[in-house]
């Protein structure tokens, strides 16, 4: 999906991106997740949800978040996380979002205009490998399926990318870990499934301005891939709902930087599994 989004930045050439990942919605969690919202909505220009927006990847936890977005003043951007498609019903959860305003990105990136700053985004759920000795092809079937599905994102984290190279801001938006970094506080034991060493390489080859991901509830909020920075977003990390980054885009000079500012304390939690 290609997108395009309109809206107006309160301080012109500086974008604040708001990101969480790990939301988990459920229905018990309606108002958290309506008052996390509704606090961040001043503070932001566009939303950034890096995955298992859902508990447990039912379509009444979807609900949850479909009725909160829908009517937000902000673009939401979203990818879906492994809780997602626990129940087998992805396809219901993408078409809920959908229907409120969502841009669900799978494989796929968008294209946000705030002020006339141009932010694309490049989304891909990603999917495991591990760091250092990973994951290789070959042997049994579901080995070599669980290979290629992550070939996959990584293909198209590097056309996603590729098609968004004209953006003034560009951002990568993962669900699974590219760097094995913001993992640092997960059993060593667990990183084959937290990430892939392998979705590092489009990210290097094209250089976006700022990586997000999610997944490792007990990783690390700071990294970095060949000095760009890379973010774990998951709140359990945070510690707030929402980490809200202030970019800079440079555009005469081709270049943006990023700085970071604090947003709300935490009130969306998920269960501690990633
Ligand atoms: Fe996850
Ligand atoms: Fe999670």
């Known amino acids: 999906m290609l997108g395009t989004w309109l809206t107006m930045s309160q301080v012109p050439g500086r974008i604040r991106i708001a990101a969480a990942g790990d939301i988990h919605c459920d229905e018990d969690r309606h108002s958290a997740v309506e008052e996390a919202f509704a606090r961040v909505a001043a503070e932001a220009d566009l939303v950034l949800l890096a995955g298992d927006l859902t508990t447990y990847g039912e379509p009444a936890q979807a609900h949850v978040l479909a009725d909160v977005v829908r ?28 229907g409120a305003g969502v841009v669900v990105l799978e494989r796929s990136s968008t294209i946000v205009t705030v002020d006339g700053v141009s932010i694309g985004i490049a989304g891909v759920k990603g999917f495991v490998g591990g760091f250092g000795s990973t994951w290789a092809n070959f042997g049994e079937p579901l080995f070599r399926q669980a290979y290629a599905d992550t070939t996959a994102d990584v293909d198209a984290l590097d056309a996603a990318l590729r098609s968004i190279a004209g953006c003034d801001v560009r951002v990568a938006l993962l669900h699974y ?98």
């Open 177 to 274: 870990a590219p760097v094995a970094e913001t993992l640092a506080g997960e059993p060593e034991g667990l990183w084959l499934v937290l990430g892939a060493e392998r979705l590092a390489r489009p990210i290097v080859a094209h250089r976006p301005d700022l990586v997000l991901h999610g997944h490792a509830h007990h990783g690390s909020f700071e990294g970095s891939l060949d000095g760009i920075p890379v973010h774990n977003v998951a709140v359990h990390v945070m510690g707030r709902d929402f980490w809200v980054f202030e970019l800079e885009a440079k555009r005469a000079e081709g270049e943006v930087v990023a700085e970071e500012s604090v947003a709300e304390e935490s009130s969306v939690r998920g269960e501690p599994t990633p």
């Open 71 to 98: 009517g937000f003043p902000l673009p939401v951007v979203a990818i879906l996380g492994n809780h997602d498609w626990h129940s087998d019903r992805a396809e219901e959860i993408v078409e809920l979002l959908v």
